[in-house]
C-alpha cells in the first residue's frame, strides 16, 4: 500500500508568487488532513477534509490559503500571494476513521516552502 | 497557551542507553490521546505510540513505552536501548475528545541524537 505523498517536496518562490502544493492520500482514507510547521515551533492543524468537505478549517491562518479536495481524492493547498512568514514545512497526513481518539493519522514526507 | 510542551530542544544520548523525552499538556477535557511521533531526516512523521487518558497502564510498543503521569499532566517517551537509528525529530501530540474535534495538537518537538 503506497504511503501518503506530496509534490514537490521542496518549493522556493518570491514574496508575491503563488505557489499549489499537492498531497494524495492513501487509497480509501476519506479523511485529510493539512498541518504546517514554521522553523523551530511546533506544527500546527490547518484543516481537515472528510472526502470532499472541510470538516475543520479553523487552523488555515488567512485567506491567502485555499484547500480544495476535489473528488475526494488528492488535495491541494494553494498560497496566493505567498509572504516571508508562509516559509515552512507543509505536512498532509490521512486517515480512514476520525472518529474516537486513538485513530491512527498517516503523514507524507512533507513539503518544504521557503518563500524569499 | 501552548498545550504540548517538550522542553529539550535537543538531547544526546549514547548507544544501547535508555533516555527519556518530557512532554507535558494542558486540557481540561477529561478524553483525551497523547501520541508520540518519530521524524527521520527523510522527513516523514513515524506513529510510534498512543495512550489513552482514561488508560490505566503505561503503553508500551517494544523499545518505547509511555510514562504517563496523569495528575502532573505528563507524558515522556521512554526510548530504551538506543541505537543510532533512533536518531531523530520527535513529537509529541495530543487530540481532545470532547473540544478537540479532529485535529491533532503538537509540541515543538526534540531532536535525538544518539552517539556510537
Redesign the interface.
Known amino acids: 500500500e503506497a504511503g501518503v505523498t506530496q509534490f514537490p517536496s521542496h518549493s522556493v518562490i518570491e514574496k508575491g508568487q503563488t505557489v499549489t502544493l499537492r498531497c494524495d492520500p492513501i487509497s480509501g482514507h476519506d479523511n485529510l488532513y493539512w498541518y504546517r510547521r514554521v522553523m523551530g515551533k511546533e506544527i500546527k492543524f490547518l484543516l481537515h477534509f472528510v472526502k470532499e468537505s472541510k470538516q475543520d478549517e479553523s487552523g488555515m491562518p488567512n485567506n491567502r490559503f485555499l484547500a480544495e479536495r476535489t473528488g475526494g481524492t488528492y488535495s491541494t493547498l494553494k498560497v496566493q500571494p505567498a509572504e516571508l512568514e508562509d516559509s515552512g514545512v507543509y505536512f498532509c497526513a490521512s486517515s480512514r476513521l476520525a472518529g474516537g481518539l486513538s485513530y491512527e493519522q498517516y503523514f507524507g514526507p512533507g513539503t518544504r516552502l521557503t518563500v524569499t | 497557551a ?1 498545550k ?1 510542551t517538550q522542553t529539550q530542544p535537543g538531547m544526546f544520548v549514547q548507544e544501547k542507553e535508555a533516555v527519556t523525552l518530557d512532554c507535558t499538556y494542558d486540557t481540561s477535557d477529561p ?3 497523547l501520541f508520540w ?1 518519530k521524524q527521520p531526516s ?6 510510534l505510540i ?1 495512550q ?1 487518558s482514561y488508560d490505566q497502564q503505561n503503553a508500551t510498543e517494544g523499545r518505547y513505552s509511555l510514562n504517563f503521569q496523569k495528575a502532573r499532566k505528563s507524558a515522556n517517551l521512554v526510548i530504551s536501548a538506543s541505537q543510532l537509528g533512533d536518531s531523530a525529530m520527535y ?1 509529541c ?1 495530543m ?1 481532545e ?1 470532547d473540544t478537540g ?9 526534540t531532536r535525538l541524537f544518539v552517539k556510537a
Open positions: 501552548q504540548i478524553s483525551y490521546g511521533y527523510s522527513g516523514e512523521m513515524i506513529f498512543y489513552g513529537f501530540a487530540r475528545g474535534g479532529f485535529k491533532t495538537i503538537f509540541g515543538a518537538g
